[in-house]
């Protein structure tokens, strides 16, 4: 299925997780905070949350700034 | 006699806040925030970039430091909430620093805008810190409205141009009951120090120190210059005349 990764698609096997995706991108949970349709998504919960085809997720993380 | 700043009950011993962007090298950070001093340290929140994920910006700033995200990228009130939530998600605390910008050219804060986003974002229980252009009414509405500190800006983000708006952050200090810091424009410790001595409760600096030749060695001339405006501050300023008073006694040497 495809979901909308950072505003770009993104193919994903079909009923994966958020964990999964972190897993598939190599970043650990602890350092980003990732959005699912506009909703966040508590840390202790991306390996329940299930992802749906057209799903928007985003992944952020803090970097430097003013 | 021990001097601190408080904000939402914590006590601030630096009065020198400092941002980690714009560095050449991030790895410079922990030395120059340990010269600089500082007890907080902003940080911005975007996307990881999935492809080429960088460096973690939390492993340059020391332990126990007081993290103060931004808002940047906010248009209006609703993005800067929405920021100021996911920001909260990452786990390092409940300091918001508002920043909403509708204008490209100069990067000056849309007021109103802000305004809303610390009214909403103080009642989530997050310890707000608005960016904003000096402006009294502003200034009140922000202090009903539930903001910790009030952080007006000297000049434009990024610019080095110094307190251009000196008169009217003077006018916060006199007249507004929170913590004063000027942040964005700052580009020399004198102005640093000029800020202090009016009373202003701390600068925020980033532009500052990153574009300079040697940042470690410009963090700490900031610090020395904050702690002596502070210093000034405290003591007093002694009047200005526009006449001559002579500091040695009058009469002349061996004559009356």
Same mark, same amino acid.
């Given at each position: ?66 | ?14 009065? =020198? +806040? ?15 925030? &340990? ?9 911005? $929140?975007?996307?990881?970039? %999935? ?26 009130? &609703? ?27 100069? %990067? ?52 080095? =141009?110094? =307190?251009?708006?000196?008169? =009217? ?35 925020? %600096? ?15 001339? +900031? ?10 501050? $405290? ?17 002349? +040497?061996?004559?009356?």
């Amino acid at each position: 299925m495809t979901i909308i990764l950072n505003g770009k698609q993104f193919g994903i096997p079909d009923n994966s997780t958020i964990q999964n995706l972190l897993d598939i991108k190599g970043i650990e949970k602890a350092q980003v905070v990732v959005e699912l349709n506009r909703t966040i998504i508590d840390r202790g919960k991306t390996g329940t949350a299930e992802l749906k085809p057209g799903d928007e997720i985003e992944v952020l993380h803090f970097v430097g700034g003013g | 006699m021990e001097d601190y700043l408080i904000i939402a009950g914590h006590k601030i011993h630096s009065r =020198l +806040f400092t941002g980690s962007g714009k560095y050449r090298d991030d790895s410079i950070m922990p030395a120059v925030i &340990e010269a600089a001093g500082s007890q907080v340290v902003t940080v911005a $929140l975007r996307r990881v970039d %999935l492809d080429k994920p960088g460096d973690n910006i939390l492993k340059y700033v020391p332990e126990g430091k007081i993290l103060l995200p931004n808002t940047s990228g906010a248009r209006n009130t &609703e993005e800067a909430i929405r920021i100021a939530r996911l920001a909260r998600s990452m786990g390092c605390g409940n300091w918001i620093k508002i920043e909403v910008i509708n204008d490209q050219k100069y %990067l000056l804060p849309d007021n109103e805008e802000t305004i809303k986003a610390t009214r909403q974002l103080a009642k989530e229980n997050f310890i707000v810190l608005p960016y904003i252009c000096p402006d009294l009414s502003t200034a009140r509405k922000l202090v009903d409205a539930g903001a910790a500190a009030v952080m007006p800006l000297g000049a434009p983000i990024g610019t080095n =141009l110094g =307190l251009k708006t000196l008169e =009217l952050i003077q006018i916060l200090v006199s007249e507004i009951d929170l913590p004063i810091i000027v942040d964005a424009g700052i580009g020399r410790p004198s102005h640093a120090a000029h800020a202090m001595e009016i009373g202003v409760d701390a600068v925020l %600096l980033s532009t500052a120190i990153a574009s300079s030749d040697d940042p470690v060695k410009m963090a700490h001339a +900031f610090r020395l210059a904050v702690e002596a405006g502070r210093d000034a501050y $405290l003591a007093g300023p002694g009047p200005v005349s526009q006449k001559a008073k002579a500091s040695s006694p009058l009469t002349g +040497f061996l004559r009356e």
